[in-house]
């Protein structure tokens, strides 16, 4: 069987939906199960009418619900024509509606919005979306159970972030969505929600479905796991940036970890880790253009031992660097634990650390010159803040053992200052953070060093032997 995980913009309108709803069917023969996220902009739609009610605006909350679930009639409309199918589908959305509008009010005279409740309101997007991806495949002949993530997603009470919890998912799969493929039927479910063992919603953040995707598709031994998404696959940079990028072809579970954890934005990091140890493989694929190949991820990506590439370079535009040194010069132990513990406490993701004799400096993603973390920081050392910087992040296959590798980094960076290097640590990438004014000259420097100038499009493989 295969997971087919399609996200919000491969749902952005009627016309859209009608060709996931043709991809789906394309693919019967592989079993799948279908993972559908909110519709475009939804979720932003949803977390907006929830901190407006909170504010005291119910009025406006509910407006915002109105203009959401009018888009959604409207593609009930447009996709589900049998009449007593469409009825079944609209009589689900006003029971949500009654609940979410019930919730909104909840929120005004409470003016408090907790992670658990915005996740409440948050489940409402995917909820919505998939039973109109359910009844469209019922409308083209295609026996489509919709199934509530809510049966079998059991994740911890995290919310907003939460993790599920593997075993029971697996069990649950296993009673509630094998049945449904030993009788050839096609589930059809949610990303991105999950449920508490008390029967709570949950998300597991956004751009999360993907990761759902994987988590389905680790608990049910997929032989694969397919993103469709609004990209031909992992590109060698972000295009809205270098004009000739090139589609990757291949690579391995930790390469993509590391480009979308250093900023790609078309995987969620998350994705791959339920799939690594059974090495069940990840394609992206474009639904605007089903045809392509995609990119494969999988344990073999990575060039066999001995060749050397650069696969693709991500980045992050709003960076701050952080050096903190002791005011006594002695027991460095006791200061690097001091550091460490403020940013755990303050539960921040450090992006890379680099130290000299005495300090430490590190890259985080975000402005932090007003943030409760630097008084923190200033009473295990001295502190100095370097806002207003980007990282780039290269990635790529046995960078470590690249001779002349860091000199051609360097040697594009001529004239650029870096204000932080990070290398070495994984072999698989090396960080470099610029001021980030001068992150576009960087990333088209890099990106012409490493794949040519100019680029001259199409796909980029590396060179297997
Ligand atoms: N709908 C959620 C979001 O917009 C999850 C996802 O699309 O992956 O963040
Ligand atoms: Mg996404």
């Given at each position: 069987?295969?997971?087919?995980?399609?996200?919000?913009?491969?749902?952005?309108?009627?016309?859209?939906?009608?060709?996931?709803?043709?991809?789906?069917?394309?693919?019967?023969?592989?079993?799948?199960?279908?993972?559908?996220?909110?519709?475009?902009?939804?979720?932003?739609?949803?977390?907006?009418?929830?901190?407006?009610?909170?504010?005291?605006?119910?009025?406006?909350?509910?407006?915002?619900?109105?203009?959401?679930?009018?888009?959604?009639?409207?593609?009930?409309?447009?996709?589900?024509?049998?009449?007593?199918?469409?009825?079944?589908?609209?009589?689900?959305?006003?029971?949500?509606?009654?609940?979410?509008?019930?919730?909104?009010?909840?929120?005004?005279?409470?003016?408090?919005?907790?992670?658990?409740?915005?996740?409440?309101?948050?489940?409402?997007?995917?909820?919505?979306?998939?039973?109109?991806?359910?009844?469209?495949?019922?409308?083209?002949?295609?026996?489509?159970?919709?199934?509530?993530?809510?049966?079998?997603?059991?994740?911890?009470?995290?919310?907003?972030?939460?993790?599920?919890?593997?075993?029971?998912?697996?069990?649950?799969?296993?009673?509630?969505?094998?049945?449904?493929?030993?009788?050839?039927?096609?589930?059809?479910?949610?990303?991105?929600?999950?449920?508490?063992?008390?029967?709570?919603?949950?998300?597991?953040?956004?751009?999360?479905?993907?990761?759902?995707?994987?988590?389905?598709?680790?608990?049910?031994?997929?032989?694969?796991?397919?993103?469709?998404?609004?990209?031909?696959?992992?590109?060698?940079?972000?295009?809205?940036?270098?004009?000739?990028?090139?589609?990757?072809?291949?690579?391995?579970?930790?390469?993509?970890?590391?480009?979308?954890?250093f900023g790609?934005?078309?995987?969620?990091?998350?994705?791959?880790?339920?799939?690594?140890?059974?090495?069940?493989?990840?394609?992206?694929?474009?639904?605007?253009?089903?045809?392509?190949?995609?990119?494969?991820?999988?344990?073999?990506?990575?060039?066999?031992?001995?060749?050397?590439?650069?696969?693709?370079?991500s980045f992050s535009a709003d960076v701050t660097v952080i050096s903190?040194?002791?005011?006594?010069?002695?027991?460095?132990?006791?200061?690097?634990?001091?550091?460490?513990?403020?940013?755990?406490?303050?539960?921040i993701?450090v992006r890379s650390v680099t130290?000299?004799?005495?300090?430490?400096a590190f890259a985080i993603a975000g402005a932090y010159e007003?943030s409760?973390?630097?008084?923190?920081?200033?009473?295990?050392?001295?502190v100095a803040v370097f806002p207003g910087q980007a990282s780039l992040c290269?990635?790529?296959?046995?960078?470590?053992?690249?001779?002349?590798?860091?000199?051609?980094?360097?040697?594009?960076l001529?004239?650029l200052k870096t204000s932080l290097v990070a290398?070495?640590?994984?072999?698989?990438?090396?960080t470099v953070v610029v001021e980030r004014r001068s992150l576009e000259e960087a990333l088209?420097?890099?990106?012409?060093?490493?794949?040519?100038?100019?680029?001259?499009?199409?796909?980029?493989?590396?060179?297997?032997?």
């Amino acid at each position: 069987m295969i997971v087919m995980k399609f996200g919000g913009t491969s749902n952005r309108d009627a016309d859209a939906m009608a060709n996931v709803l043709r991809i789906i069917t394309s693919h019967l023969a592989e079993r799948p199960v279908v993972v559908i996220s909110a519709i475009a902009n939804a979720t932003n739609d949803l977390e907006e009418s929830a901190r407006t009610a909170a504010s005291g605006d119910a009025a406006t909350g509910e407006a915002i619900v109105t203009r959401f679930y009018a888009r959604h009639l409207a593609l009930v409309d447009a996709l589900v024509k049998d009449s007593s199918r469409a009825g079944i589908v609209t009589g689900a959305f006003s029971g949500y509606i009654k609940e979410l509008t019930t919730l909104l009010h909840g929120l005004a005279i409470l003016r408090e919005l907790t992670p658990r409740t915005m996740d409440a309101v948050c489940s409402y997007g995917e909820r919505f979306s998939s039973r109109i991806i359910a009844a469209g495949l019922q409308e083209s002949g295609v026996d489509a159970v919709w199934v509530d993530a809510k049966e079998f997603m059991l994740t911890d009470s995290n919310f907003g972030k939460a993790l599920p919890v593997m075993d029971a998912v697996t069990s649950n799969l296993a009673r509630v969505v094998v049945p449904l493929l030993e009788r050839r039927q096609v589930p059809v479910t949610q990303g991105f929600i999950g449920v508490t063992a008390s029967g709570a919603y949950t998300t597991m953040g956004r751009e999360s479905s993907d990761f759902s995707a994987a988590i389905i598709g680790a608990a049910m031994d997929a032989d694969r796991v397919q993103i469709w998404t609004d990209v031909d696959g992992i590109l060698t940079a972000d295009p809205r940036m270098v004009p000739d990028v090139r589609k990757v072809r291949r690579m391995s579970f930790d390469e993509a970890f590391e480009l979308s954890y250093f900023g790609a934005k078309v995987l969620h990091p998350n994705t791959m880790l339920p799939l690594l140890d059974k090495n069940i493989p990840v394609e992206i694929r474009n639904s605007r253009r089903k045809e392509g190949t995609g990119t494969l991820i999988d344990q073999r990506g990575a060039a066999p031992a001995g060749v050397q590439a650069v696969k693709s370079i991500s980045f992050s535009a709003d960076v701050t660097v952080i050096s903190v040194s002791p005011r006594k010069r002695t027991n460095q132990y006791l200061f690097w634990e001091g550091v460490f513990s403020v940013l755990s406490r303050s539960e921040i993701d450090v992006r890379s650390v680099t130290t000299s004799e005495y300090r430490i400096a590190f890259a985080i993603a975000g402005a932090y010159e007003s943030s409760t973390v630097i008084p923190r920081l200033e009473e295990v050392g001295q502190v100095a803040v370097f806002p207003g910087q980007a990282s780039l992040c290269i990635v790529g296959s046995g960078l470590r053992e690249w001779a002349g590798f860091a000199g051609r980094v360097f040697g594009a960076l001529t004239g650029l200052k870096t204000s932080l290097v990070a290398y070495g640590a994984s072999g698989l990438n090396m960080t470099v953070v610029v001021e980030r004014r001068s992150l576009e000259e960087a990333l088209l420097r890099l990106h012409v060093e490493f794949f040519g100038s100019p680029a001259k499009g199409g796909e980029f493989d590396v060179p297997f032997n």
